[in-house]
């Protein structure tokens, strides 16, 4: 499944429809609940034209892009392109926030891939689901992409997404389960798509990868350091900014950093390397940690998340 091609699926009463398509080396899947197969093939269409939209403007491995043409010194796109400007603020703020564990400028190139992923997902949904939900066209709806998820239901509805989480040293089994209506859950972690934290010199030299622009800096990993990290919030490009400091970080320092968060619905799980599991803030929206094997789904999300 390349290139332009979509593929649709839906449960035998038509209730749950599922679209998946390949982009930025990765499946996104699309659900709909109570959506016709219409509604699903036009959202989907759409949605998927908006993450080409992305990857072409953002991409550093495109020479056309505005990134690429950053690196070698034209910044103009902050002046002409409103999103690149966001982006780029955005990924000044987070570096801020995370106290610089997650950064876009990395050996004095720009990079912004490990942000622009959950902001393009979240900005399809605002711009292609939320409509479908507000006009009844769609009960609830879900995007996902490379471990991240956003997630709604239409005002009036009673129905919940369950969000199960996979277990890191089993991926047949599920580390927890989380019953959400609206916001977004991210997992980063060492355990799927690669080894994708640098560390930094002098830390864990054999864990470093390079498709996250994050560094890890201080002493080398211990066996309470964070092999995987869930994290729920409002917007998906916080959720996803967090997710990956928490395994950047380790355990005690990301608790440090978030102590202040004020979204209300922030809540984390953190997997550590000797299999312990840490609730931070659970009470936003309580994660139910548990090993139960996981159920299948119509289309199974790569990155540690199963959505039904």
């Known amino acids: 499944m390349t290139g332009t091609t979509i593929e649709y699926h839906a449960t035998a009463d038509g209730e749950l429809r599922t679209a998946v398509f390949h982009l930025m080396t990765m499946p996104f899947t699309l659900r709909l609940r109570g959506a016709d197969e219409h509604t699903l093939r036009d959202a989907a269409i759409r949605i998927r034209r908006s993450l080409v939209g992305v990857d072409r403007r953002f991409s550093p491995f495109r020479a056309d892009s505005l990134t690429s043409r950053a690196n070698r010194g034209d910044w103009s796109g902050l002046l002409l392109d409103r999103d690149f400007h966001e982006v780029y603020a955005r990924n000044a703020m987070a570096a801020d926030l995370t106290g610089g564990y997650f950064r876009a400028m990395r050996h004095g190139r720009y990079d912004p891939v490990g942000l622009v992923k959950g902001w393009g997902i979240e900005r399809a949904f605002t711009q292609v689901l939320r409509p479908l939900l507000g006009s009844g066209r769609a009960e609830a ?31 047949d089994m599920l580390a927890g389960t989380i019953r959400i209506r609206e916001g977004a859950v991210a997992t980063s972690g060492l355990s799927k798509r690669g080894r994708h934290i640098e560390y930094g ?29 869930t994290v729920i919030g409002s917007t998906l490009t916080d959720a996803d900014m967090w997710a990956t400091t928490a395994v950047a970080a380790g355990h005690a320092r990301f608790a440090e950093l978030t102590a202040h968060e004020d979204d209300p619905s922030f809540s984390a799980l953190l997997i550590t390397r000797d299999g312990a599991k840490h609730t931070i803030r659970p009470a936003a929206i309580p994660i139910i940690g548990h090993a139960t094997t996981a159920e299948p789904a119509i289309e199974k999300d790569t990155n540690d998340h199963h959505a039904a």
Do not use: C, K, N, Y
């Open 141 to 171: 709806a879900v995007l996902g992409g490379g471990g991240d998820m956003r997630l709604g239901v239409a005002a009036g509805s009673d129905f919940t997404w369950s969000v199960g989480i996979e277990d890191p040293a089993s991926t």
């Open 201 to 229: 010199p002098g830390t864990h030299p054999g864990d470093a990868g390079a498709s996250e622009p994050v560094v890890r800096t201080g002493p080398a990993p211990a066996s309470d350091d964070v092999i995987q990290a």
